[in-house]
């Protein structure tokens, strides 16, 4: 089965600075994709970037990087430029392509980031 | 935001009562799911729907039942209700793929508290 683990339970940024968010994963897939879900208080979860584990180039959205070691089963989030907007529950998440087994995203536990002004 | 809409947002509700929460869509999507999300901790799929009439269990086994009538919505029962049921309950939804994966699209959820 697969397993997705985030070591950091909360994490604090100043505004405008840079943070990276950690994420590991076990799996004995070579094909699968791995998310970060951010969820604002109260809100819906929405999603913030996709990685194919299939391309060697690093995802990025504007502000949101990511940084995919696929030997070492390592996704890590790098947010640049801080916004109050980004504080949230920030969850990383693996799916394989046909879902397999009970069908469905796995997640971590999640990391709850602080953004101080 | 995404067009899926649970309701309640939050419900309080006494033991042994039946309670059903309430997800649509209105994507036309034919993928749904249930999850179940305990605070600080992550989230299990725990029901989900590949499309009308198809219910499956997830990785958490839970005492809750679903059914899919109609591809736009997506409810799940809980027949008495208990203490150990209070958590959160996400619903999501995916597009049928037609090439790579694209995302799930999540409701704002549903806050359970059984006293």
Redesign the interface.
């Known amino acids: ?1 697969q397993t ?1 683990t985030q070591s950091q ?1 909360e994490m604090s940024v100043q505004e405008a600075e840079t943070v990276t968010l950690s994420c590991t994963y076990d799996t004995s897939e070579s094909d699968y ?1 791995l ?1 970060w ?1 951010k969820q604002p208080p ?6 913030v970037i ?1 990685q ?1 584990a299939y391309k060697q180039q690093n995802a990025t959205e504007n502000r949101f990087s990511v940084n995919f070691q696929k030997a070492a089963k390592s996704f890590s989030l790098k947010i640049s430029d801080s916004q109050l907007g980004d504080a949230a529950m920030y ?1 990383c998440a693996y ?1 394989t ?1 046909r879902g397999g087994g ?9 990391t709850h980031l602080i953004i101080q002004p | ?2 067009d ?1 809409y649970q309701t309640p947002r939050y419900l309080v509700i006494g033991t042994g009562k039946k309670i059903t929460l309430e997800c649509s869509q209105t994507m036309g999507h034919d ?1 749904m ?1 249930w ?1 179940q999300q305990d605070p ?6 725990i029901h ?1 729907s ?1 499309g009308v009439n198809s219910t ?4 958490l086994s839970s005492e809750s039942t679903v059914s899919r009538i109609r591809t736009e919505h997506f409810p799940l029962t809980l027949e008495s209700a208990r203490p150990s049921h209070t958590s959160q309950y ?1 619903c999501a939804s995916e597009p049928r ?1 037609r090439g ?2 694209t ?2 699209f ?4 549903t806050r359970l508290t059984v006293v």
């Open positions: 089965a997705v339970p994709y998310f879900y109260s809100r819906q979860m929405i999603l996709r194919e969850f799916r392509p009970a069908d469905g995203l796995t997640f971590g536990k999640g | 935001e995404a899926i993928k799911y999850y600080g901790m992550e989230l299990h799929l989900y590949y499956e269990k997830g990785d996400l793929p790579p994966y995302e799930a999540f409701g704002q959820g």
